[in-house]
């Protein structure tokens, strides 16, 4: 079955460190979107790529980093830069267009600083 | 003012009541909108596309108010499963690179 998968499920950061959440798609689809949830909160837009070797900043990049080196994958990166980095991590991918079709997203990855 | 604003409720409804969420939204290009149910601590998973002036499947109606700028989620015989919060998204990217703004959400309860 086709579909996204963020892995790991969970994930535990030390102070000033760096880490990867990965995302993986085999929809074929051409764009992805990395998304942050605080707890009550909406999902708020980090990074996207419409295709790949390209991405734009989303609200909220300051801190992160991605690459788009395969259309299937779309790794976001942690960075120390980052002061606040708990929350829900949210991969999402679509059909780009005017009537966008809307997202799928993958089943999340829950990042705590420790 | 926010561009998506939804009322966070939380919505406390007896099974089989009739309820309803607004979704307001600030920016006029907006071309479609989604309605997406979400879970504690899972993902979204879409609900309800709109493209026009509603959409409705079967105990869901979603309904476009464009003059006032407002969407609206009305659900008929409230389930108890149908409890989660529920995240209004205009799509209002001009650039059609599909960047969505979500709402914060409205909070669902339906009880015994």
């Known amino acids: 079955d086709g579909g996204i998968t963020q892995s790991p499920k969970y994930l535990f950061r030390k102070e000033g460190q760096n880490v990867t959440l990965s995302c993986e798609q085999n929809?074929?689809?051409?764009?992805m979107y990395w998304y942050r949830q605080d707890p009550g909160q909406g999902l708020r837009l980090i990074y996207y790529?419409?295709?790949?070797?390209?991405?734009q900043k989303g609200d909220i990049a300051e801190g992160y980093s991605v690459s788009r080196e395969k259309k299937e994958s779309f790794p976001l990166t942690v960075t120390s830069a980052q002061k606040n980095p708990t929350a829900f991590y949210l991969c999402a991918s679509s059909i780009p267009g005017y009537y966008n079709y809307g997202y799928t997203f993958g089943s999340g990855t829950r990042l705590t600083v420790v | 003012r926010k561009e998506v604003e939804q009322d966070p409720g939380p919505f406390n409804v007896p099974e089989g009541a009739t309820v309803a969420f607004n979704c307001t939204y600030s920016?006029?290009?907006?071309?479609?909108f989604f309605w997406y149910r979400q879970d504690c601590r899972k993902e979204p998973k879409l609900l309800m596309s709109v493209y026009s002036s509603g959409n409705e499947d079967g105990r869901f109606t979603a309904q476009l108010n464009r003059a006032s700028q407002y969407i609206s989620l009305l659900i008929r015989d409230s389930k108890l499963s149908d409890s989660a919060t529920y995240l209004c998204?205009?799509?209002?990217?001009?650039?059609?690179?599909?960047?969505?703004?979500f709402g914060d959400g409205t909070t669902l309860t339906v009880k015994p």
């Open positions: 920016n006029s290009a907006s071309q479609s």
């Open positions: 998204v205009p799509n209002f990217d001009n650039t059609n690179a599909g960047k969505s703004t």
């Open positions: 929809l074929n689809h051409d764009a």
């Open positions: 790529s419409q295709i790949v070797n390209d991405f």
